[in-house]
């Protein structure tokens, strides 16, 4: 088994499967879209139905499912289970519906499936664009408000531009609003429990269901959160900014000036902002502005090279990061309980 870095080929939702969807993918990222109404670019997914593809190297044209059942733990280091993760980008010409994700013990009771953590990066964002990042029910129950319809009186805006960091934990109400193109990396599930949705109708005549009463269920009120600074340490090639770092995932943003050598160990996910090289071995790839290159856990000996931004996702090691940052953990969330 001769492990190497995959450039994964993304799949697309589009249309009317994401009818708030836009024309940034295609136009200003140049992904191969099918449309200008494409809202999601599904670049790492073992989703059924919507699985990424490898386009590089001897095992071209095979889908994610199957390399895990061809490298197994040396893909992803662990032993057996779902695929953890998912990273996808987001384009949106209209609002998400507002909506909430269940944890682990909820989601595997009433979906058999796994929760949703997750976070956004603001790739790409309209003057006055804005997200919906949790409520303010000034003391009264939520379950009454929107009872009484008045759920968008409460809802928390934030204006967001490019860079901005934002984690979703679960139970946290959110949406992306219109004009915003963004990276999102979260736990591997589709459960989202739509809680309102703008009493919109679309091109068949009837609005889209509401999950309001799951919704309520794992609703968490009380999560007040802010957008992630993140705390910077330097290292071999540059330096790296780490953001979040639960018990699901990990992301950080590499910030290349060099050559940076990466962790074996560990499975990441790799989305530079630029042109860089990735190097392994005898090997190089050279990769292009919003690839995503999936390195195996069981590949030692990667380094990056070159000038930019590299975002990068990966299971958590929590511990270890504790005992790199000290102090500065408090600012990496999800790190500190």
Known sequence: MTLYPLLMAPTFRHGEETPWGGHMLRDTLMKDAPDGATGESLEISALPGYESMVSNGVHAGKSLSRMIELWGEGLTG???????LLLKLLDTMMPLSVQVHPDDAYAAKNE?????????IILNAEPGARIVYGVDTHGEPLDRIVAEG???SCLR???VRPGDVYYIPEGMVHAVGEGILCYEIGQSTDINYRLWDWGRVFSDGKPRPLQVEKALDVCRPDL??????GTTVLCKGGSR????CDSHFELCRLNLSGKMPLEGGR?????PMGPCTLRWGDEEMALDAFDSVLVPAGLGGVVLEGDTKVLMSSLPDREKLIG???YRAENVAGLVQ
């Open 78 to 84: 662990k032993t057996g289970g779902e695929f953890p």
């Open 112 to 120: 058999n499936k796994s929760g949703k953590s997750e976070a956004w």
């Open 150 to 152: 008045r759920i968008e």
């Open 157 to 159: 805006w934030k204006n």
């Open 224 to 229: 007040q959160l802010e957008k992630n600074e």
């Open 241 to 244: 900014t780490y953001y979040i």
């Open 267 to 271: 499975m990441l996910f790799l989305t």
């Open 324 to 326: 790199e940052l000290g």
